[in-house]
Every structure is written in C-alpha cells, then in structure tokens.
C-alpha cells in the first residue's frame, strides 16, 4: 500500500477516532460516579447535532410540527459559537435526565437495572420527540460553516497529493483540544480531583464535606456537553441522519468503553483512537460490515484482557 494512502487513512482514523473518545468520555464519567450506563447519552448526542443545525442557521423540511422553521438570518451564528452554546443547551438536557431519570431511583436505592431501563426510557422519549418536531428526513449543515477554508489541505506534494478534508482536521484539532482541557480539569483542579473521590467513594467523600449531589449534576452537564459536541462534529462531517443517528455511535461509545476500561478515562480516549484507527482501514469495497469492526475488535480484545485495554482486573475477595 502506498505511504501517502496509508497516511491519509491513518490521519481519517485519528479524526473519527477523537469524536468516539469524547463521546466515550461522556459515559465513562457518569458511570465511574454512580456505576451505572446512561444510555440517553446517544440521544443527547443527536439533540446536539439539531441545536448547532439551528443555531448556525438551518432550516427543517417539510414534515414535523416545525417544518420549515428556521432562526432569522440576523441571529445566525457562526459555527464556534453555535457548537459551545448548544452543547451546553444538551449539557442543561442531560442535568434534567439525572433529575427526572436517575435521581428518584437513587433516593430510593433501586436496582442499578431499573435505572438502566428508565435512562433507555428516556432516550426513546427524546428521539421520538424530534422525530414528531422536525420529521426523520436528513439535514445538511450549510456549505460555508467554516468560513473561507478550503474544502481539503493537501499535506504531501503535487505529484503525491496527501488531501484531508478540512472537516477532519477541525474535528481532531477541537477534539483534541476537549481532550486536553478535561484532562486537564479532572487531574489538576480541584472540582477534577473532589470529582475523582465521588467516584471512588461518594460516601466516604460525602463525609469529609463533598456535596455528592452537587458532583454528579456536574458530571452529567460535562457528559450532555461531551455528547453536543461529538454529535455536531459527526453532523458537520457527514450529515444529521434523522433522529436516530445517535443510536450506532451509542452503541460504539459502549463498545469504546468496554475496550478502554470500564471508569477508565484514559482507557476510553485509547479505545476511541484504536477503534477509529480499525474503522480507517477497512477497504472501500467491504465498507457496509465497517459497524461490525468495533464489535469484532471488542470481542478479540475482551479474550485476553477482560477488563480492557488500561482496566485494571478486578480481584473479588472471598
């Protein structure tokens, strides 16, 4: 295989591979805090997608409730704005998720499997919901969302051209900026290190004056704003395929997290880059089996190492 094209794929890797690490992200944090899988985090990712679609100045078609709506060209925004605001309109979202969805059953110490199931009631509760406002059709963002950049860089030669779609690069850079801010945040602050002794122990940092409650609302506004942005990038990149495109990457963000580590942060950036890496190589012509490689990479994975690429193994005491 050429260098150039293995470059090139290695480079497309690295930028689907950095959206499923901070989407990843978004569950791993909600689950080393309660031990528990959000699986509203898909659909908070697509609320993500639709509010950026709207915000940088796109109009709906012509089925739902809000067909043919669309902002007035006066109060569009440009696209950096419009991805932070409305990742923290789905980081507000999933605050109410934990509230409606997760809090009453904790008061109440439930079965962690009812809380599966009420976390998957709600997701359905908010596809369904887009899909009656806005109908299932697919939306494009708008040609000029990044400006005057051109449509590909060309990072090899003429005569060996290297071309990597603007988008792309975008992607990873401000990927790659999320990653280092929230590792940053989580290692060297002081919110990050009270939100690693929640997570290690809610109740022994309860009593030494950590208000628990006020920590897992902070992990679910940072998990809803991990989920807006990946979902914004993804759109940006391809398209909003309907309500329920947030579904397969809902089910590669598990498979990311199983691969990384359960609660393992680091783990999950790991197991998003490799899994974009693996996605990045399947040839042109066996593209349709692509959604299988996360699966079958998990599954080769989990034979020799259980708990992940960096989990660590769990030794049950009897």
Known sequence: MDFSIVLQQVLNGLSIGSVYAIFALGYTLVFSILGIINFAHGAVFTLGAYFTYVLCGGAFGFNGILANLALPKVIHLPFGVAIFLSSILTGLVSVAIERIAFRPLRDRHADPLLTLVSSLGIAVAIVNTIQYLVGAESYNFPANIYGSLPAAINFGTIDKPIAIRTVQIVIFGVSAIILAILTYGINFTKLGKAMKAVAEDATTASLLGINTDLFILLTFFVSGFLAGIAGTLVGS????????????????????????????????????????????????????????VAFALLFVVLLFRPQGILGKAFVQKV
């Open 237 to 292: 990149s391809v398209s909003i395929a309907g309500p329920y495109f947030g579904i397969s990457f809902g089910l590669k963000g598990l498979a990311v997290i199983v691969l990384g580590g359960l609660g393992n942060i680091p783990g999950a950036v790991v197991g998003g880059l490799v899994l974009g890496l693996a996605e990045s190589f399947v040839p042109a012509e066996q593209s349709a089996y692509k959604e299988a």
